[in-house]
């Protein structure tokens, strides 16, 4: 996990690899966003998609779930939010998605000494490289131990 | 559902409740946000939460459940994103949450004559009435099929 610290400006790294199936499309959207073209596979063949394609939401917790399990991922103290996210393209059946991050900035907490607010660049991309998700999220992320108080 | 026509600047609009279970709250993030204070209640507890938090993802899912269940959904095409998301305050076992929903605004595509860009203000907030998660998203929405061509 990686402190405060650790984080540089203009750094980036792009995860492992994620393969997205049909079920987990279907079984995901039923649950948290059930409208056809994530659910229906033939209303998603007559609709502008063309075909059954992966919920918004989806692809915001692919995303997390690449940069979370990664071993260089943040010591997290709380999430603050996203920026500026855009769904650039569907993510369908067989893909295989992985997640590049840039940091952005990196700065102290103006009043707790044990945390800064690290600002990234994400952005989701397929086997072809084409960009899916892209956003700006900022984190609370702990100072080294030795560094606080 | 709702076509583009029917989206007044202004208009809003709170969904039924949905209620988090702890067991809800660690299955997801197992899945989708495998951090401690999302799938650890003893690490939850000991850390700055004070206990079990439902990841932030989650929050995001809950809400869009909340939004495309109602009988008043949009006619969705297809989301474009997602501004100035916030978490605001978390989400614990047992919380019930409810979604507003406002229109910002409604404008025609300026290149299909069969849809429109609405913007709307979403909130989440929990029994208390206390604000958890905002955001601004941007969908488009189908207009009435007699309006378009």
């Not at 610290?5 to 966003?33: C, H, L, M, N, S």
Request: aromatic share 6%; with cysteine; net charge neutral.
């Amino acid at each position: 996990m990686k402190y405060f610290e650790e984080f540089t400006p203009g750094d980036a790294e792009t995860t492992e690899g994620y393969q997205v199936t049909a079920e987990e499309i279907i079984d995901f959207a039923r649950k948290w966003d059930p409208q056809p073209m994530h659910t229906d596979p033939d209303a998603a063949l007559a609709s502008g998609f063309g075909g059954l394609v992966a919920s918004g939401v989806h692809l915001i917790a692919m995303t997390v779930r690449l940069l979370v399990t990664r071993p260089t991922h943040a010591s997290v103290i709380g999430a603050l939010g996203l920026d500026q996210l855009r769904f650039l393209r569907p993510v369908r059946p067989g893909d295989v998605v992985r997640v590049t991050i840039e940091c952005l900035g990196a700065r102290p907490s103006s009043t707790k000494p044990d945390r800064g607010v690290v600002r990234s660049r994400v952005t989701l991309r397929n086997q072809r490289g084409e960009d899916l998700l892209t956003y700006v999220d900022a984190l609370l992320v702990a100072r080294r131990p030795d560094a606080a108080g």
